[in-house]
């Protein structure tokens, strides 16, 4: 198993009991930094966050914009243990990249994708037409998620940007 190669830090002796942990660190009898996590409740909804350029989604053809896919709870926290479908609509002038499923063959490039560890990315690309983009994410039994984004004209002239 992988835990046997190190890749997984478990704590066999301990009981999982859903709440909150705390952590404290300290040096030299002071506190340094410290942190807390509670945990997650049912998966309620989909969220989905865009991430473009620091211009924005240029519309020429190439420009990229990523998408993170996240099962939350009621209170907007990520459902760590969520491994299970979402379903993806886009409409405007873009073109669906997809995302990939870990070891799944076949998988990338669908209009469909698995939360890994309540989490997924997706991309699109952009087309040569400026305009309204918009991108769906759903699955039964959770509250979609529906982001809008904007493609900005880019000027070309004998093929080439400026």
């Known amino acids: 198993t992988n835990a046997l190669k190190g890749y997984i830090f478990a704590f066999p002796q301990i009981q999982f009991e859903a709440g909150q942990i705390s952590a404290m660190a300290k040096a030299g009898g002071k506190t340094v930094a410290e942190d807390e996590i509670l945990t997650a409740g049912e998966p309620k909804a989909l969220k989905l966050t865009p991430h473009v350029g620091p211009q924005g989604l240029q519309a020429d053809g190439s420009d990229v914009a990523f998408f993170d896919i996240e099962t ?14 979402v379903d993806f609509k886009l409409e405007g002038p873009a073109i669906w990249r997809g995302g990939y499923d870990s070891g ?16 997924n990315r997706v991309a699109i690309r952009s087309t040569l037409a400026p305009g309204a983009i918009r991108l769906t994410a759903s699955r039964t039994g959770l509250e979609p998620a529906i982001v809008h984004i904007e493609s900005a004209p880019v000027k070309i002239t004998s093929g080439l940007e400026p």
């Open 104 to 119: 799944k063959p076949n998988s990338v490039n669908n209009l469909w994708l698995d939360t890994e560890c309540g989490i």
């Open 72 to 85: 939350v709870d009621a209170e907007g926290r990520r459902c760590p243990t969520d491994e299970a479908r």
